[in-house]
């Protein structure tokens, strides 16, 4: 049940995006893979994950002495666009505590666009409406305006974020 969860996040988010969800890429086979765990140092028993994730055992390190509980890995297109996420989830106390349909929403949100680390810091992109968790309208508009096939699929112009903010309607 927890998979069916957390892949009907994704798919949802996707959607969101104007995008469509395939089972796999046929360039890469999969360009999301998430791994759940308790400890960091489960990571570096994973065979050959080192080969997808340059430099893993100190990031372990890192990770572990920051007492971190996620991380996203990303790789990316020439021009720019995300072309893979592998997003690492540490399941300490906090998270197990957290609902499936929680976790696997906010996880969503945060692999389909590059975030600053500091954006989910002191607040969460998710919001409770009514009896269910959904994404923060704020957040559910950058994800949309983000994906606008108009838009560039990445710039580091400054004027890029007005365009968005014009698309979301701030």
């Given at each position: 049940a927890t998979l069916a969860t957390v892949k009907g996040a994704i798919e949802a988010v996707?959607?969101?995006a104007g995008h469509r969800m395939a089972e796999t890429d046929p360039d890469q086979g999969a360009n999301l893979m998430v791994f759940f765990f308790r400890d960091w140092s489960e990571l570096l028993e994973v065979p050959d994950l080192d080969r997808l994730v340059e430099g893993l055992g100190p990031l372990v390190a890192r990770l572990e002495a920051e007492g971190a509980s996620q991380y996203r890995h990303f790789r990316f297109e020439?021009?720019?666009?995300?072309?893979?996420?592998?997003?690492?989830?540490r399941m300490d106390a906090a998270l197990s505590e957290l609902p499936a349909e929680v976790l696997a929403l906010g996880l969503a949100a945060q692999v389909v666009?590059?975030?600053?680390?500091?954006?989910?810091?002191?607040?969460s992109p998710l919001a409770q409406a009514a009896d269910h968790v959904i994404l923060r309208p704020d957040v559910a508009g950058v994800i949309r305006a983000a994906y606008d096939p108009v838009m560039p699929v990445m710039s580091r112009d400054r004027v890029h974020a007005l365009r968005l903010a014009a698309r979301i309607g701030v």
């Amino acid at each position: 049940a927890t998979l069916a969860t957390v892949k009907g996040a994704i798919e949802a988010v996707v959607t969101l995006a104007g995008h469509r969800m395939a089972e796999t890429d046929p360039d890469q086979g999969a360009n999301l893979m998430v791994f759940f765990f308790r400890d960091w140092s489960e990571l570096l028993e994973v065979p050959d994950l080192d080969r997808l994730v340059e430099g893993l055992g100190p990031l372990v390190a890192r990770l572990e002495a920051e007492g971190a509980s996620q991380y996203r890995h990303f790789r990316f297109e020439d021009s720019g666009a995300i072309r893979a996420c592998i997003a690492f989830v540490r399941m300490d106390a906090a998270l197990s505590e957290l609902p499936a349909e929680v976790l696997a929403l906010g996880l969503a949100a945060q692999v389909v666009l590059l975030w600053s680390e500091r954006a989910f810091r002191d607040r969460s992109p998710l919001a409770q409406a009514a009896d269910h968790v959904i994404l923060r309208p704020d957040v559910a508009g950058v994800i949309r305006a983000a994906y606008d096939p108009v838009m560039p699929v990445m710039s580091r112009d400054r004027v890029h974020a007005l365009r968005l903010a014009a698309r979301i309607g701030v």
